[in-house]
Each structure stands twice: as structure tokens, then as C-alpha cells.
């Protein structure tokens, strides 16, 4: 998908930014940034630099999510240096940098999406448990078990097509409940539909 993207077909990249979205949204962007407003449009951002630059990525065995990750941590960046915020922020964002850089293998950026993932695992179950049962399914075939969008399909009954809109619609109700304060406003099992 990624030779096809780079030999001009952007409708390639498709399934590459929905798989990683939603993981560079919880794990890396939301986090740094605490306010959900903000980090939809820096992901939204990272998401359309990626396409943009998408000529550029080279693969070097490391897995794109890495390549995409840098690309949020920067974007992340940009906006604490814009905003001006406090001296000690710019200055912890600037110690965290060289460790987000490039890791050598795919199993490093396992290993770096897996501690991040540790970090928010109580927002993360608390707002995948929000979700409808269709909804926490979507996301745990296609994006934790990282199953192909038709055997996605295939398991939820459903064409490709309405699985893709499952899983975008899915994606978003998981970043409204992942961006509200603990004491939140949905209940488990909420009633997206």
C-alpha cells in the first residue's frame, strides 16, 4: 500500500491512517497535549503530512507506525512551541524528543507503542468499555488484533463497506469517551449506534 501511495495512488494510504489513527491518537498525541480538541487537530494534521510526505518514507525495517509517530511528536511539539506555553514545557518536550527518535527494528517500535499503550490503559479500557459491544468489537479486530478489514467484515456479518463505516464511527466515539475526564459524562456501555 505504501509503493502504491508513493507511485501517485493516495487511496492507498487509506487503510494504512485508519489502522494507526486511533493508536496515535490514545498513545501518543492525546497525552502529550490533554486537551481532546486540540489533538484531533494535530492528528488530523499528522494525518495529512503523512499523505504529503508519504514519498518520503523509506523503508528501513522499521515499521510505518514509527515513521508516523515522529510525525505527531513533532506536530505535538509545533503546537507547545506555538502556543508559548510555560518555559518548563517547552523544555520537557525538548529532553523528550531524542528518545522518540527513529528505533532501530520494528520490534523497538512494538516495544515503544506497548509502553505508551501501558501508560493509558485505564483511560483506554475506560472508554473502549463506553462503547456500544459492535463498536469495542470493530476496534479490538481491526485495530488491537490488526485482522484485514474483510475478515473484519466477515466476523462482525457485515459487508466491507459497513464495516468501514463501523470502525470510522467507532474510532470517533472512542476518542470523545477517551477525551473526557475520568468522572465523564457516558456510562459503560453507552448507546452509540
Known amino acids: 500500500m505504501v509503493a502504491e501511495a508513493q507511485a501517485g495512488n493516495l487511496d492507498a494510504m487509506r487503510p494504512i491512517l485508519e489502522s494507526y489513527a486511533a493508536p496515535l491518537y490514545s498513545t501518543v498525541i492525546l497525552p502529550r497535549l490533554g486537551d481532546p480538541s486540540t489533538a484531533e487537530d494535530v492528528l488530523r494534521d ?4 503523512a499523505i504529503e510526505k508519504i514519498e518520503q518514507f523509506r523503508w528501513t525495517g ?3 507506525y514509527v515513521w508516523l509517530r515522529q510525525i505527531a511528536v513533532n506536530k505535538v511539539y509545533d503546537v507547545h512551541r506555538r502556543s508559548k506555553r510555560s518555559v518548563q514545557l517547552a523544555d520537557a518536550m525538548s529532553r523528550e524528543l531524542p528518545h522518540a527518535t527513529m528505533p ?24 473502549l468499555r463506553a462503547l ?3 463498536y469495542r468489537l ?4 481491526r485495530l488491537i488484533e490488526e485482522l484485514p478489514r474483510d475478515e473484519c467484515a466477515r466476523r ?7 464495516f468501514d463505516v463501523v470502525l470510522f464511527r467507532a474510532v470517533r466515539a472512542f476518542r470523545r469517551h477517551f477525551g473526557q475526564k475520568r468522572e465523564g459524562r457516558g456510562e459503560p456501555g453507552g448507546s452509540e449506534a
Do not use: F, H, W, Y
Open 138 to 141: 470493530a476496534i479490538e479486530l
Open 104 to 127: 532501530d527494528t520494528a520490534a523497538d517500535a512494538l516495544l515503544i507503542a506497548a509502553e505508551e499503550q501501558e501508560l493509558n490503559r485505564d483511560r483506554i479500557q475506560l472508554a
Open 62 to 64: 522499521k515499521s510505518i
Open 132 to 134: 456500544s459491544d459492535r
Open 156 to 162: 462482525m456479518s457485515v459487508t466491507t463497506g459497513t
Open 46 to 49: 499528522t494525518l495529512t503530512t
